[in-house]
């Protein structure tokens, strides 16, 4: 379908992915449905949707919408990808409900040609968790697979950051559109994936805000985009449990961070276990495991990202330092752990033996302060 009018077609279906799918039929062989009739009512009922949605086919203004936004992602740097796109992801074709239509930032897909694997998990991950996802990020960009995760708080953005910090892809897939930042403390993250390579997805329309649902519809394409999904932490009833459902649908393979069944981060990824999902004894498993499958496309990396090596040379405690001195001195353990990608336990022992030594002192509530 030309572009304009596959955008307008999201136009009137609201950028609802069930509702444009459900209309396509209408306009695969014809472009010029724009006046409401009986048959196209009739049509309208045969496929589930309320006669009344055909008075929408008649406003002008849906047509004036597709074209400002084509208009605008010309000037801001932004493609379209739809069905009929050189881009458009094979992978994405056999998911249930492909997306018609994705807007995109930074390097192209690529996908089809690359081995890539999500990792996701829970908002409010523990310590481990959030460290351990950095470190699955980091193996697979080290092994030439590409990192995709949604670019939430937790243990989507360490994940990404894990991938960047080995030099290798990553692609976030946005609830809301490529062009807003959310959650705005990964505004610094959404510029290094961009600046490193990789590529901002959204199936949203340029200057959208997200919503709640967003999130359900989304995960479909982390997953579609995979051959496998990592998950790390994640409650029985949230929207990682989701994820589950969907990537199981799809028959994608899925592996898991086994955690303590006191935690109820844990809860997830050990129910998956006890189905058969694959156990994530170390944070190379998945590399190894498409190693095996795929050897002319995963492979260790030669060396580690040039752009990074004073970083990677550094001790952990100059790193610490170097951090409050760029942070204006003072910081809580929490936004170190996470800036650093450093255990709480490693980092809490680091940041004693740094207060004997008369480098930092400590404040109130697990606050720590420069004395230089």
Known sequence: ??????????????????????????????????????????????????????KRLERPEFFKEAQDIIEYCMENNIRIITLDSEEYPECLRHITLPPRILFAKGSHLGIDNEVAVAVVGCRKP????????????????????????????????????????????????LAGSVDFVYPKCHEKLYREILDNGGTI???????????????????????????????????????????????????????????????????????????????????DVPAEYYRELFPHMVSKRSEICKEKPAENLLTEDERILNFLKDNGSIAGIEDIAEALGISANILSGRLTILCIKGKLRQESGNRYILTE
Not at 24 to 53: A, H, K, V, W
Not at 128 to 139: V, Y
Not at 207 to 233: A, H, M
Request: aromatic share 8%.
């Open 1 to 54: 379908m030309e572009l304009l009018y596959e955008v307008w077609l999201h136009a009137i279906s609201n950028f609802e992915p069930d509702l444009a799918s459900k209309l396509s039929p209408l306009f695969e062989t014809s472009t010029n449905m724009f006046t409401s009739c009986d048959q196209e009512e009739r049509l309208l009922r045969d496929l589930g949707i309320s006669g009344e949605f055909a």
């Open 126 to 173: 523990t310590e481990h968790g959030k460290g351990f996802a950095r470190l699955i990020g980091k193996a697979l960009g080290e092994n030439n697979i590409t990192v995709i995760s949604g670019m939430a708080e937790g243990i989507d953005g360490q994940a990404h950051k894990g991938a960047l910090d080995a030099g290798g892809k990553t692609i976030a897939v």
């Open 201 to 283: 997805l959204s199936e949203r329309p340029p200057k959208t805000p997200v919503r709640k649902y967003f999130y359900q519809q989304r995960n479909r394409i982390i997953t579609g985009l995979s051959q496998g999904t990592v998950f790390v932490e994640g409650k029985e009833a949230s929207g990682t449990s989701i994820t589950a459902r969907l990537a199981l649908e799809d028959n994608k393979d899925i592996f898991a961070v086994p955690g303590s069944p006191m935690c109820w981060q844990s809860e997830l990824p050990n129910r998956l276990i006890s189905e058969g999902a694959t156990i994530m004894t170390s944070a």
